[in-house]
Nanobody
């Protein structure tokens, strides 16, 4: 299983970014996909997940600002980050969990830095 995340960078408060994660080695539509993040000195936390059928779940801290989506034809999951705040600064990790097997994997992470 490979999860290749991209799209991180440096952005000013109030700005936007779009993260992408290309998955291989799995039957994409049979997996819940999502994003976790780990900020400086913090534990890794759930950001958002999306089921194979498109049902979504968000952390309270990002509701209304972040949007998770997926393209099953491209084996890719996205995270649109809007209205970014300095506290959103973290390494963002792509995640998958098999619907049947319940096996889990994380990608290598992409850095998001929100600073003026």
């Amino acid at each position: 299983v490979q999860l290749q995340a991209s799209g991180g960078g440096l952005v000013q408060p109030g700005g936007s970014l779009r993260l992408s994660c290309a998955a291989s080695g799995i039957i994409f539509s049979y997996n819940t996909m999502g994003w976790y993040r780990q900020g400086p000195g913090k534990q890794r936390e759930l950001v958002a997940t999306i089921s194979g059928g498109g049902s979504t779940n968000y952390a309270e801290s990002v509701k209304g600002r972040f949007t998770v989506s997926r393209d099953n034809a491209k084996n890719t999951v996205y995270l649109q980050l809007n209205s970014l705040k300095p506290e959103d600064t973290a390494v963002y990790y792509c995640y998958r969990r098999g619907i049947v097997s319940q096996s889990e994997n994380w990608g290598q992470g992409t850095q998001v830095t929100v600073s003026s």
